[in-house]
């Protein structure tokens, strides 16, 4: 999953830039310093590789091609970024198949998400701008300003995270019981950010013209990488506590005859009517008791771990589930 946003992540990113510089040279043409600022905001968040990219994106100037095919190839890798993360966050969550938005549907969510991540961009402008702007005021108001953006920061990264939860995953989610996760990923994106800082102004200094192209390339996979696994992480943790899959069996994954917890029971069930595709079809899932191990040529059971908590009695030798889909 994560492999898939990073795909359309840097699919989506030169022409976002090329969108993003034309737009600026149309609308702030006489103002290039503001130009500067803007562009400089935006690529902040690639501390890796994001000096390299804003040396390098200088050639580009605002035209009426440039627009239409920046406009063109970032909606692309931008709707394929935001299916990407339906799929996962639905995954996630083990929303059934039929269930699941229609392309057209889909792809109207990702326009609104497009809309939300415009809004958070643009706060995160101004924040950039107004620690800039802070440089010229006296020392203990500059020291403030750049205090209050840190959590200001989070705050914002923290509301679009919501928001991407909200509107991408078909199944009713309060946000008062998403906000840890969406909290720890936007302090997680900005622990990754400070690391990448330090270590390109330590570590990396003067290796740029080593590493080329490749390194700009292969820094911004990385690092669109590593922001996907941690958004898939964060709603992976969400959907465990939410739907209480914990504690889980240890064994489960690696054993056929291991004992299964009631998380593992709820999980396996969701697992098998999240592939229902029509809602007339009903899924059933049994769990019955594993057979019994042969240990030198007697009887046993398969040790004393796991829970041994049965969600019903009777039946063929243990516990049954039954999920029925589409009623």
């Not at 999953?1 to 699919?11: P, R």
């Not at 989506?12 to 149309?26: D, E, I, K, R």
């Not at 643009?122 to 950039?128: D, I, K, Q, V």
């Amino acid at each position: 999953m994560a492999a898939l946003i990073t795909y359309y992540g840097f699919l989506s990113l030169f022409p976002m830039l090329l969108l993003l510089v034309a737009a600026l040279g149309f609308a702030l043409h006489d103002d290039p310093q503001l130009q500067q600022q803007v562009l400089h905001s935006a690529l902040s968040q690639f501390p890796v590789i994001g000096d390299q990219i804003e040396h390098s994106i200088h050639s580009f100037h605002g035209s009426g091609f440039a627009l239409a095919v920046g406009i063109a190839g970032s909606l692309y890798g931008a709707l394929g970024v935001a299916q990407a993360l339906q799929n996962a966050f639905n995954t996630v969550w083990a929303v059934p198949q039929h269930s699941r938005p229609n392309p057209l549907t889909a792809r109207l969510r990702g326009l609104a998400l497009l809309g939300v991540l415009a809004v958070a961009v643009l706060a995160s402008t101004g924040l950039a701008a107004l620690t800039a702007t802070a440089h010229g005021w006296p020392a203990p108001i500059d020291r403030g300003v750049r205090i209050a953006a840190v959590p200001l920061s989070v705050a914002v990264d923290t509301g679009l995270l919501l928001a991407g939860f909200k509107l991408l995953t078909r199944r009713h989610l309060r946000v008062r019981l998403l906000w840890p996760e969406a909290l720890a990923a936007s302090l997680t994106w900005q622990a990754l950010l400070l690391v990448g800082t330090y270590y390109v102004g330590h570590e990396l200094r003067g290796a740029t013209a080593t590493y080329g192209l490749f390194g700009v390339v292969l820094g911004l996979m990385a690092w669109i990488y590593l922001g996907a696994v941690t958004l898939v992480l964060c709603a992976e943790s969400a959907a465990v506590r939410t739907r209480r899959l914990w504690p889980r069996g240890i064994a489960a994954p690696f054993a056929d005859d291991a004992r299964l917890t009631r998380a593992d029971r709820r999980a396996y069930t969701s697992y098998a009517t999240a592939a229902a595709y029509k809602p007339c079809e009903e899924v059933s899932v049994d769990f019955h008791e594993p057979a019994p191990r042969h240990d030198d040529g007697h009887d046993g059971h398969g040790g004393d771990g796991g829970d041994d908590d049965s969600d019903g009695k009777g039946g063929k030798g243990g516990a049954g589930q039954s999920s029925p889909v589409g009623t």
